[in-house]
């Protein structure tokens, strides 16, 4: 397998612009996870998703970001408008769940996405 | 939400040094990860273990669930094993809480 793939690797863009990051889980998997990463807070779950259901979205930092799953192979996370403090790692990652969502077994990370807003 | 600590916060050893990483969690887990940040960027597995104590080549690990505390061993270590070794927790007791990442230990390994 691939393993989790997320695209772009970079990515900087001007303050007010949109940013769409992107993830591809690992087939089979159905849980898949969105986290920042950045010096000052360290590694933040952002949102989750069992089965393409967004099941807790409340690290989400604000009505700025917003995640979609349309399907069991791809996610989204949007940043509109983006910011500077919106610097940082974007890591997806993925792995099976119990049925409830209520067990989640080793979770497998992609390479991140480096975002840089200016 | 849960702690969880990691000790020491940086350690430095001479390649072929032998060390052990600490994790301390403030309630009852149902899974624990070890990982690696490498120089890169990347984080990769290590270790999921929830309890008990696994075994990969150099690196071993030991949860201990009910004092809440698990250790990661590195024997013989090598310039490559630099990076932040990060140990996270989940909980399902409140809620449905994922995974919460300890601050990390950065180790260097000097050649």
């Keep these: 397998d691939a393993g989790v793939i997320q695209s772009p690797r970079h990515e900087v863009t001007e303050m007010g612009q949109e940013v ?3 993830c591809k889980p690992i087939s089979g ?36 970001f917003s995640a979609k799953m349309p399907n069991a192979s791809f996610s989204t996370l949007k940043i509109q408008p983006s910011e500077p403090r919106d610097s940082a790692v974007y890591f997806c990652a993925s792995s099976l769940a119990d049925r409830l969502a209520v067990t989640t077994y080793e979770q497998y990370f992609g390479p991140g996405t480096r975002l840089t807003v200016t | 939400g849960i702690q969880v600590e990691q000790s020491p916060p940086d ?20 899974n624990l990860q070890w990982f690696h940040q490498n120089p890169w960027g990347q984080l990769i597995n290590l270790f999921y273990i929830p309890s008990g104590t696994k075994q990969n080549g150099r690196l071993s690990a030991t949860t201990v669930a009910t004092e809440r505390y698990s250790l990661l061993y590195i024997s013989s270590s090598q310039t490559t094993d630099s990076g932040v070794y990060f140990c ?17 230990t950065r180790l260097t390994i000097i050649p």
Excluded at chain 1, 34 to 50: A, D, K, S, V
Aim: hydrophobic residues 35%; glycine residues 8%.
């Design chain 2, 88 to 104: 996270a927790v989940e909980r399902t007791r409140f809620g449905n809480e994922k995974l919460t990442f300890g601050t990390g």
């Design chain 1, 20 to 22: 769409t990051l992107r």
């Design chain 2, 11 to 30: 350690l430095i050893l001479q390649e072929g040094a032998n060390s052990t990483l600490r994790c301390n969690f403030s309630d009852s887990v149902n």
């Design chain 1, 29 to 64: 998997h159905n849980s898949l996870f969105w986290y920042r990463q950045t010096m000052m807070r360290g590694l933040e779950l952002l949102i989750y998703f069992n089965n393409n259901v967004p099941i807790d979205d409340s690290g989400m930092p604000e009505d700025r």
